[in-house]
């Protein structure tokens, strides 16, 4: 259950932005003194574009909500910042299993492998532990969803991962590296014996470890001590009974290009294993905040990166967020309101992200994939910089990411866009 703060900050902005529920739009006035007042919200339809690539997925949906889904139904989102941030995804995981049952928290990075890592529903401590990414060019390791790997120091390496989730879990699965004279690692799911598994194989390759449960756990310990180091990938904490799986992959300060970072034969293979019945997309605010960004290239990159994991996932389909407002100021300036003429020293959004935005939504409708418009969920022009200067604050100080708050709002209008749609195809029935 939220607190109350969270509850009133959420309705806050669901006044400030759009209110659709009732058909009024309300303005959030004493934030608007120097800045243009927010744009009425457009309709459902201008922001979820293309909602019939969904239909796969609602069809998962509908199975759930019928009671014949033998599995769970799993969402998983890849993206910048905004992603690794599980306040949004967090927040839809929520409203969604209320909504559809919830079947777990479902695949997470190993260990901690940024600093302010906080993933909702689990807890997780680490000692002894590397993390790489892809630039990070070291020999022989393979990059999936998280684009993240966690190699153990010889003498000692724990983590451990605690389900707040009253359930718990009843399937605990870890993806590692294997390679020749490979070491081992073991595996104790709360106070039971821990099980062994060697690292040991011809070929270095990726594979999975799972644990059968008899009953519902809440604690998971891994440790290595042995060379080589051991690699780790992600690990999962999950139910086998159907219901939502919604996973975040995000990595900070990513763009789309990371999609070709990821390596061909981990992607396939944690696809093969997940079998998501929708990926959602969000990358484009690291690109649009570049300067020197040539739009034709990246409408080429985009295209391509997000197109190579859809070809790997035949018949998936794929949601794309287009990236929030965002805005910056000139150095050494003191900022003044956006749209208040303030030149440099205005908060403003960046020339190439409207730019990119747009890209983004033609390459969508071309390759028949939805977009939803963040930007427009948010209010349009200068939305950030009311969020920045809400009370409390619904965006952060550096008019780029939200607060928790801001996040969860905006979940909430993205929730209700996609049930809209789900109730729209229910109407018109499955075979449409």
């Known amino acids: 259950m939220d607190a109350e703060p969270g509850r009133r900050a959420r309705a806050v902005l669901w006044l400030t932005l759009s209110a659709a529920a009732v058909g009024t739009v309300f303005l959030l006035q ?39 889904a033998q599995h769970p139904v799993r969402i998983i989102q890849i993206g910048d910042s905004h992603t690794a941030n599980d306040s949004f995804s967090g927040h839809l995981r929520e409203l969604f299993q209320h ?22 529903m689990v807890s997780v401590t680490e000692s002894g532990w590397r993390h790489f990414k892809p630039n990070d060019h070291e020999p022989g390791l393979a990059f999936g969803f998280d684009a993240s790997d966690a190699e153990s ?12 989730d009253p359930a718990g879990f009843d399937r605990f699965a870890v993806e590692y590296l ?7 690692f073991t595996v104790q799911i709360d106070d039971a014996t821990p099980a062994r598994v060697s690292t040991a194989a011809a070929q270095p390759a990726i594979a999975r ?3 059968p449960l008899e009953q519902p756990a809440h604690r998971v310990e891994l440790r290595a ?35 070709a970072q990821m390596t061909p034969e981990a ?19 690291n690109e649009g905040f570049a300067d020197n960004l040539d739009l034709d290239r990246y409408a080429d990159r985009f295209q391509s990166a997000v197109g190579s994991l859809r070809r790997q996932a035949p018949g998936v389909p794929v949601l794309i967020l287009g990236p929030p407002d965002g805005n910056r100021v000139a150095k050494d300036c003191t900022a003044a309101r956006c749209g208040s003429g303030g030149g440099d020293c205005t908060w403003q959004e960046p020339p190439k992200l409207a730019g990119v935005r747009d890209i983004e939504r033609r390459v969508a409708a071309d390759r028949g994939w939805a977009y939803w418009d963040w930007f427009a969920a948010m209010g349009g022009v200068c939305s950030v910089d009311r969020m920045a200067s809400a009370d ?21 209008i993205l929730f209700g866009d996609l049930l809209d749609a789900y109730s729209e195809w229910k109407a018109r029935g499955p075979a449409s």
């Open 30 to 68: 004493a934030c608007l003194t120097s800045s243009p007042p927010a744009p009425p919200p457009p309709p459902v339809e201008k922001r979820l574009a293309s909602p019939g690539a969904l239909a796969p997925f609602f069809v998962a949906l509908g199975s759930l909500e019928q009671r014949q």
């Open 99 to 120: 909504r559809f049952a919830a079947a777990g928290r479902g695949w997470l990075p190993a260990g901690i492998p940024y600093k302010y890592y906080r993933p909702h």
């Open 153 to 164: 120091d010889p003498r000692d390496a724990v983590m451990a991962l605690e389900s707040t």
């Open 178 to 184: 294997t390679q020749p004279k490979g070491s081992a």
């Open 209 to 211: 470890f799972e644990l």
């Open 225 to 259: 001590s042995g060379k080589p180091p051991v690699v780790l990938l992600g690990w999962t904490v999950e139910r086998h009974d159907p219901g939502i799986i919604y996973e975040n992959h995000g990595t900070i300060g990513a763009t789309v290009e990371l999609l």
């Open 267 to 285: 992607i396939a293979y944690e696809l093969s294993v997940r079998q998501p019945a929708l990926l959602v997309i969000a990358f484009g605010t």
């Open 392 to 412: 409390p604050a619904l965006a952060m100080p550096d008019h780029v990411h939200l607060s928790k708050a801001g996040y969860e709002g905006i979940a909430d």
